[in-house]
């Protein structure tokens, strides 16, 4: 949670409660008498694309103990949906899902939106050809997904350092 001052609040944050961002909660005032409100920023989230229910499941379990969302997402989903959701990551649940979106997978690599595929030791050249960035091996625990998300995350959190300093130029 953050505090902050009504005339602060900015776009990448959720208004506790999904109330208005008119009605945020007055938790105190402060010296100058400035209304002082709770809010909570967006979870980073990660779009699955065609996966079975266990392994949605699997991956939303890990998911939330990063302190992501998830979106599942058929595969016929189009790259605005995806785009409109601002993944840190897609993940394709098989590389059967990753060959049958090809153009899919060539959008989100032109919009700099990672591709993860859940695959076997034995597909690892395959899913590379197809256009992934990371492969999440079967069976796959915790420890080797955390690993491979918060790599991802932290390469999408270097880029907006980048950009920013960019900007400031």
Do not use: W
């Amino acid at each position: 949670m953050t505090v902050v001052y009504f005339s602060e609040i900015i776009k990448n944050c959720a208004p506790v409660n999904k109330i208005h961002p008119c009605r945020f909660p007055i938790i105190s005032k402060d010296e100058n008498f400035k209304e002082i409100f709770l809010i909570q920023p967006k979870q980073p989230a990660v779009a699955i694309i065609g996966g079975s229910s266990s392994i949605n499941y699997l991956v939303g379990r890990y998911t939330e103990r990063i302190g992501c969302s998830i979106s599942v997402l058929p595969v016929s989903t189009s790259v605005e949906k995806i785009r409109g959701i601002k993944p840190v990551a897609v993940i394709f649940a098989s590389v059967e899902n990753l060959e049958n979106s090809q153009a899919l997978a060539a959008e989100l690599t032109n919009c700099d939106i990672p591709i993860i595929v859940c695959s076997s030791m034995a597909d690892q050249t395959r899913m590379r050809e197809l256009g992934a960035d990371y492969c999440l091996l079967h069976p796959f625990g915790y420890d080797n997904f955390s690993a491979i998300l918060r790599a991802v995350m932290s390469q999408d959190a270097e880029k907006s350092n980048i950009s920013k300093r960019g900007a400031e130029a």
